[in-house]
């Protein structure tokens, strides 16, 4: 009688772990890390400190007004990475990060970015996560993915992507922007 339910009780917790973040601290700088593995999809973000992010902008000769704007912002560097063997899509414009009084706001996209970079005269055009891509199997691409929230924040992150031609929709339950300076490790 039980047999046929020893596979079930196997595959639960597999089931169950499927779209979970996984997250880890970096034992060298003390940052937090979240990796989701999804149906097709991997994805991880990594915090990034406000005083790394403004050295990386002014490093690049932008303008102070660029990177006192950066500096409103919680940033993680991003990966995503196609694990299937079929075309996979995302779009960070379909992304929402959900504040702890419940709501929704929409994810700044790249495109939105260098529109008001191109109005302080700059044309740096790295670092933001692309607003939209098409992997073949085993691409993958990286950027910042900002969240305007004070250091510390915590919020829900909202995401989708297209597999094989089905939209999905995955969450990250609070994710954690980097404190104001290096924790210690």
Request: charged share 20%; glycine share 8%.
């Amino acid at each position: 009688m039980i047999k046929p339910f020893l596979g079930l009780i196997v595959l639960i917790p597999a089931l169950g772990f499927a779209g979970q973040a996984k997250e880890s601290r970096d034992p060298n700088t003390g940052l937090l890390s979240w990796k989701i593995e999804e149906p097709g999809l991997g994805i991880q973000f990594i915090q990034m400190l406000p005083d790394y992010v403004s050295a990386l902008y002014s490093s690049r000769g932008l303008p102070p007004e660029l990177i006192k704007g950066m500096a409103k912002y919680c940033v993680f560097g991003t990966i995503v990475t196609n694990e299937s063997d079929r075309q996979l899509s995302y779009r960070v414009a379909d992304w929402r990060y959900v504040t702890p009084d419940g709501t929704s706001h929409k994810v700044k996209t790249k495109t939105e970015w260098l529109k008001e970079w191109q109005s302080m005269g700059v044309n740096y055009r790295w670092s933001i996560l692309p607003d939209d891509q098409t992997f073949e199997a085993g691409d993958w691409s990286q950027g910042f993915t900002t969240i305007p929230l004070l250091p510390e924040s915590t919020f829900d992150l909202i995401y989708s992507w297209t597999l094989n031609g089905k939209k999905n929709h995955g969450e990250i339950k609070n994710l954690r922007c980097a404190p104001a300076k290096p924790p210690i490790p």
